[in-house]
């Protein structure tokens, strides 16, 4: 399924007009978190980028006992993504596969799989040698399949109620029909995809 994912999310960013917004968030911007959507057949895959600080409040590496349940508790949640990303019923849309994980947090990766919705659970891997260290960021991985993928024509965004630090999601999609780039703010807490369609 990660494959499928990385194939057409690499699509989004090999598109010439995400030439220039897709890398922006190489700036780790707080407050502001990356959503890539790629609609492929009756498949949706989802690739999520947040910074520490949007989702547990600090990035720092984790050294209290509070540090790493806050980080334990926010990859269980962000490996519920119906919970986060709220799908039109009629599209008919079932997680086939959830990942989350801390990278860069030193000596704390933490990674959460959901697959087949399994009870959670959180296990500990080793450190991400390339984690650039004191900007530690939530990457999380979703794969649904749809019966009716065209009617995701909106989604709402309960992520911000989850994680009160986030601000704003800068989201990429991408479809058969092309692609396009919005800005989901806090405030305004759903997209509009029926152009996609």
Do not use: W
Request: with cysteine.
């Amino acid at each position: 399924m990660k494959i499928l994912s990385l194939l057409t999310l690499t699509a989004v960013i090999a598109t010439p007009s995400f030439a220039q917004d897709a890398r922006q968030a190489e700036s780790h911007e707080h407050g502001v978190g990356e959503l890539d959507i790629a609609f492929e057949g009756t498949t949706i895959a989802m690739e999520l980028h947040s910074p520490g600080a949007d989702i547990v409040g600090f990035e720092y590496a984790a050294s209290s006992e509070e540090d790493h349940d806050a980080i334990d508790a926010a990859v269980v949640v962000l490996s519920k993504p119906l919970d986060l990303f709220g799908l039109p019923d009629v599209a008919g849309c079932k997680v086939i596969s959830a990942s989350a994980e801390l990278k860069g947090d030193e000596g704390h990766d933490d990674e959460h799989h959901d697959d087949d919705k399994e009870e959670d659970h959180a296990d500990h891997s080793d450190h991400d040698e390339d984690a650039e260290e004191g900007h530690a960021e939530f990457h999380a991985e979703y794969v649904f399949e749809c019966s009716n993928p065209s009617a995701v024509t909106e989604i709402q965004f309960p992520y911000f109620e989850a994680f009160p630090n986030a601000k704003e999601l800068e989201l990429q999609v991408v479809s058969e029909k092309g692609a396009s780039a919005f800005e989901i703010e806090r405030d305004e807490p759903s997209v509009n995809l029926s152009e996609l369609f």
